[in-house]
């Protein structure tokens, strides 16, 4: 037994990272972004 590696019911912390590169795009696209990631985060 290897009772440290039983760790699936507890919570872990994560962040996520997103960079987004569109040369020659003229349109502020973070806002939408943003509103987006908070919708699907508080479901």
Do not use: F, G, H, Q
């Amino acid at each position: 037994m290897r009772p440290k590696l039983d760790r699936y019911d507890l919570p872990a912390r994560y962040s996520l990272i997103v960079s987004i590169r569109a040369p020659e795009v003229d349109v502020e696209i973070y806002s939408a972004i943003e509103n987006k990631v908070k919708t699907e985060v508080e479901v």
